[in-house]
């Protein structure tokens, strides 16, 4: 916009001072002359020239950094809302998932969506604690490598802050495939976990910093579990938020 502007207003001026200049001085205006002059004309410039920048410097310093997004496993002052990898940023708006199913099952005919949806569900307990343990390597063998080392590297951060992030009395009310689909040779699936959970952070010695040990929170995500085609393992790849 202030491009826009300062282009603009430059033309305007200068076109208004060179068609005054020629009327009034035939052309050759200048210091103690009736006209303005070409360096007249090279003063303004400069000086519109030097707005423009001082707009353009405005708008880079207001522009917002990257966000990072940390893995998490529920709302929290703690924690931002949640990693995936890049591979994954594109939208899959409008997934067949019944589709999606059709073609993991041509090359894993045993794939079952009830058998699937049960692994999910240990593997979410099964990371929940060692979260809260803020120790990794429990779970180490269900994570892609990425996955594994971002949540590595968060507890261990909440080990140096001497935090604790507690995850309590976790009721599930659902669980449900949400996408599915194959890109370059993986399977993706998408699942959607409803539940409600006490999230709060606590020191070492207990003493409660945030969230609340009474309140439960709305817990909303969607996990993505990635493997190569085939009847292979599963692992976690992806954490997000429900907007």
Not at 25 to 53: C, N, W
Not at 150 to 158: F, P, S
Request: hydrophobic letters at 35%; glycine letters at 12%; charged letters at 20%.
């Amino acid at each position: 916009m202030w491009r826009s502007l300062a282009f603009g207003a430059m033309g305007g001026i200068l076109g208004g001072m060179l068609f005054s200049g020629f009327g009034h001085a035939g052309g050759m205006g200048g210091f103690g002359g009736s006209g303005i002059g070409f360096i007249e004309i090279l003063l303004i410039g400069g000086v519109l020239y030097f707005i423009y920048r001082y707009f353009v410097r405005r708008k880079q310093e207001e522009s917002p950094a990257g966000a990072y997004y940390r893995t998490g496993s529920a709302s929290s002052t703690e924690r931002q809302t949640s990693y995936t990898p890049t591979s994954q940023d594109q939208s899959y708006a409008g997934n067949d998932v019944p589709a999606g199913i059709d073609h993991i099952r041509q090359l894993d005919p045993a794939f079952n969506e009830n058998r699937f949806t049960d692994l999910c569900m240990d593997s979410f307990f099964r990371i929940q604690g060692a979260w809260i343990n803020r120790d990794m390597s429990s779970v180490r063998g269900i994570l892609t490598d990425e996955m594994f080392g971002i949540m590595r590297g968060d507890t261990e951060k909440l080990k140096a802050e001497k935090k604790i992030n507690k995850l309590d009395n976790i009721a599930v009310r659902s669980v449900e495939i949400a996408e599915v689909w194959q890109e370059g040779g993986i399977d993706f699936i998408t699942v959607r976990f409803l539940a409600n959970l006490l999230d709060y952070t606590v020191s070492e010695s207990g003493e409660l910093l945030s969230g609340s040990k009474t309140e439960p929170v709305k817990f909303e995500e969607y996990w993505t579990f990635t493997r190569p085609v085939g009847n292979n393992p599963w692992q976690l790849s992806a954490i997000n938020q429900a907007d």
